[in-house]
């Protein structure tokens, strides 16, 4: 028997179909969301009463779990089952609720990609399809080559050659002078996308409730070390497109690569994934879910021209090791915080200066909550 129903928790019947179920879900979520008045346990609860009610391999092992154990006497196996009332608090996979994750501390020279990145370079603010300052300084050294020999040595050139001249000579000036007051324009929007965000790398607030202890070690994991990358953005508690909660605990957007993360604790073993299906210690894992992959999706729809793949940050739910495979695989691989940093930090570095102006703001406006996106 399971600690809590999840069909009494939305509220929907044994067999409810996927709509009714994700229905239901969406009603509840809006009231439940902890910036709503809900709790934080009591949102995660819903959600991952959704998650395997939605899942059909799941749902399946959920309701074979709840079917009674006991064989009943021939003269009572009519009686109708008794009620089941859930209990206040939801069973915790075997983790220890007093035990807290050390913060990770790497080494930074051990970092493959730390002293391939300087730490100093100056920020390129992109925009798609932006030729920046290139066709402007084009135009004016063609403009001062066809000027040169003219001006030189007028009389070795006769009037119609010298009245062509002209006419290309003013084409030139025309064209280097509306390069000029683009690349101006440029300017002028970089300068104000600067004095809106400053030098702030950092957007949005991880979770503060105390469940939420892996979305804060998360939090410092990334400030502490991809922001070695200059052109790195970090953000926390990104909504789906079509979603107002916080439906990724984190993201990092560098030039135009997107990796989105998600942060668990989760009992000490070894994690991996194959054919789509999370492992721990060679078994499927049931101690949790993730609706990452999801949000990859998502996100993929969203930004169509940027590369966004998904990482789960594992720590230990209670003392114990934990590791992860070498070369992760799939959508979103889970990862110990040092091989995230190693592997996503080398991914990012591909492009560590640039800030795509375009794409951070998309990003931006998916943090959840309007007061946290400034």
Known sequence: MHDVDYYELLGVRPDATPAEIKSAYRALARSMHPDTGGTT????????????????????????????????????????????????????????????????????????????????????????????????????????????????????????????????????????????????????????????????????????????????LTADLLSRYLTRLPGARIFHGLSWPDSVFADVDHAVLCGRRLVLVESKLWLPGHYSTGDGVLLRNGRRF??????????????????????????????????GALSTEPEPQGTAPPMTPEQFVHEIGAWLAADPSTVDREVFRTVLARVAGSADRR
């Open 41 to 216: 346990g009591t949102f995660r609860l819903l959600r991952e009463a959704y998650e395997t009610l939605t899942d059909p391999v799941r749902r399946a092992e959920y309701d074979r779990d709840d079917e009674p154990t006991e064989t009943l006497p021939v003269a009572t196996a009519t009686r109708p089952r008794p009620q089941w009332r859930p209990r206040s608090r939801p069973r915790r996979f075997g983790e220890d609720p007093d035990f807290v994750p050390p913060a990770p501390r790497l080494d930074v020279e051990a970092i493959p990609w730390w002293h391939t990145v300087d730490a100093v370079t100056r920020v390129h603010y992109a925009r798609p399809g932006s030729p920046g300052h290139a066709p402007t300084v084009a135009a004016v050294g063609a403009l001062l080559a066809l000027a040169l020999p003219v001006l030189l040595a007028p009389s070795a050139f006769s009037t119609p050659v010298l009245v062509t001249w002209l006419v290309v000579l003013a084409a030139a000036g025309c064209v280097a002078v509306l390069l000029g007051r683009r690349y101006l324009a440029t300017l002028r929007t970089v300068r104000a996308f600067r004095s809106e965000f400053g030098g702030r790398t950092v957007f949005g607030r991880p979770g503060a409730d105390p469940d939420q202890v892996g979305e804060r």
């Open 286 to 319: 049931r101690g949790g879910g993730s609706r990452l992959p999801d949000s990859v999706e998502a996100f993929r729809a969203l930004l169509p021209d940027v590369e966004v793949r998904g990482a789960l940050v594992v720590y230990p739910s209670r003392a």
